[in-house]
C-alpha cells in the first residue's frame, strides 16, 4: 500500500516533541454543548518548555537549521509569544545560540504583569537574548532586519519565521493529521486556534493527502480573518507541493470570525465562559489568547449547531498555559466568578 506521506518520511527532523500526543474524551463538557462525541488532542503535552503546538514544528525548522550548519536562531513575536518561548527552550536543549524579536506595540499592556511574567520570563530563564522591536503587520519584516544584522556581524543565523508558519514547519500538523485520524478513525470535525496560519495548513494538507473526509475550522484569534485565511491557503499549497498532492482546494479553508473578542490579546465573555467551562468541567487550564477564544468558538459552533449531536469532535488544546500568569486579574476574576 502506498504511502500517502512517504515524501516527508524521511525529511531533516530533529526529535523535540513527547509524541503522539493524548486524545481524551470531554465528557462533561461535551453534555453541556450537546456533543457526545467530543475529543480533545492534548498538544499542550508536547513537553518541551511547557509544550505546545509549535514544538510539533520545530522539529522540522530547525533541523534545517541544522542542515545549513545554523550558529544561531532568530525567532520572535510579542512579549507573551508562545512560539518565541518553544523555540528559546528547544535552543537550550539543542545547545545553539537564540534571538529573540519581542515585538512592542502590537497590544497595549493589559496588566502589569504582562511584559514580565509568562512566556517571557521563560524566554530570558531558557537563555535567550531578547532584542526589543517594533510591531510590524508585516509580520516577519523586523525579524528580517535582526537577521541581516546577524550576518553583517559574521554570524550564520536561521530565521524561523513568525509562528513558526512556513511551509516546512507546518508539516509538523501533517503529522498530527495522521495522528488524529489513527486514532479517531471517524473524526468528522478538527477545531483549533488558527493565527499564523501553518498548523491549520498542516492539518488540511495532512487530511488531504490522506484522504480522510474530515473538515477542519480555525478560529481566528486575531480578529484578522481574512488575513488568516489567505495566509493558510498560500501555506497550504506550499505543503501540498511537499507532499506530491496536486488537488490543493482553497474552499477546504474555513476560518470562524465570531470569537476573536474584536482584536489580539483581548479577552470577552465568551473566552472567559470557555475558560471557566475547560477548568470547572475537564480540569483544564487555558489562556485567554489563543486557546480560550478557540473553545469559545467550538461552543459557540456547537450551539449553532454546525456539528451533529453524535459526530467525533476533536478540538486542539495548543497550549500556551504559561500565558495565563500574564494576566492574573483576568484569571482572578474568571476564577472567583460563580
Known sequence: MTDPLSRIRHLPRVALA?????MERLGRLGAAIGLSNLWVKRDDCTGLGFG?????????????????????????????????RQVAAACAKLGIECHLGIMRGRVSVPEPAYGESGNIL????YGAIIHEIEWSEDRNSGLQRLVESLRKAGRNPYLVPYGASDALGALGYVLAAEEIVNACPNVRWIVHASGSAGTQAGLVGGLLALGHPARVVGIDVDAQPERVSADVCRIGKEVAALLGCNDWRDDLVEVARHWSAGSYGTSDKTTREAIQMAARLEGLALDPVYTGKSLAGLIGLARQRKFAEDEPVVWIHTGGGPGIFAYPALMASIASTA
Not at 503546538?53 to 508562545?82: H, M, T, Y
Not at 521563560?122 to 530563564?125: A, F, G, I, Q, S
Request: proline share 5%; glycine share 8%; with cysteine.
Open 18 to 22: 513527547h509524541l503522539p500526543t493524548p
Open 122 to 125: 521563560l524566554d530570558r530563564l
Open 52 to 84: 505546545g503546538n509549535k514544538v510539533r514544528k520545530l522539529e522540522f525548522d530547525l533541523a534545517a537549521a541544522r542542515e545549513v550548519r545554523a550558529d544561531c536562531i532568530v525567532c520572535g513575536g510579542v512579549a507573551q509569544s508562545n512560539v518565541a
